[in-house]
Nanobody
Framework: VQLQASGGGLVQAGGSLKLSCEAS????????MGWFRQAPGKEREFVAA????????YYADSVKGRFTISRDNAKNTVYLQMNSLKPEDTAIYYC??????????????????WGQGTQVTVSS
């Protein structure tokens, strides 16, 4: 399985970015997908997840109401629309594919494939 994340960049506070993550290697539509992020000097943290059908989504409290996760199974792609960005959203963002039955969706240990990360920098 390969996950290719893109869409990061530099944006001013209050701005928006849309991240994409294209998957290949196994049936994309069968798996929950997630986004995590890691800021300098901090541990990687959960951002959002979406079930295989797209019918259920989960968000960290810190991004709820500002970020939206979605997926297009025909394109093997998961997205993260980020609005009202804040300097504290600055991090490397990783997409990941969850292993079925692996526990809570917010735990990184339940995800067995990871993208390479894309840098998001929000200036104040």
């Amino acid at each position: 399985v390969q996950l290719q994340a893109s869409g990061g960049g530099l944006v001013q506070a209050g701005g928006s970015l849309k991240l994409s993550c294209e998957a290949s290697g196994r049936t994309f539509s069968s798996y929950t997908m997630g986004w995590f992020r890691q800021a300098p000097g901090k541990e990687r943290e959960f951002v959002a997840a979406i079930t295989w059908s797209g019918s259920t989504t989960y968000y960290a409290d810190s991004v709820k109401g500002r970020f939206t996760i979605s997926r297009d199974n025909a394109k093997n792609t998961v997205y993260l629309q980020m609005n009202s960005l804040k300097p504290e959203d600055t991090a490397i963002y990783y997409c990941a594919q969850r292993r079925p039955g692996s526990g809570m969706y917010y735990s990184e240990y339940g995800y067995d494939y990871w993208g390479q990360g894309t840098q998001v920098t929000v200036s104040s």
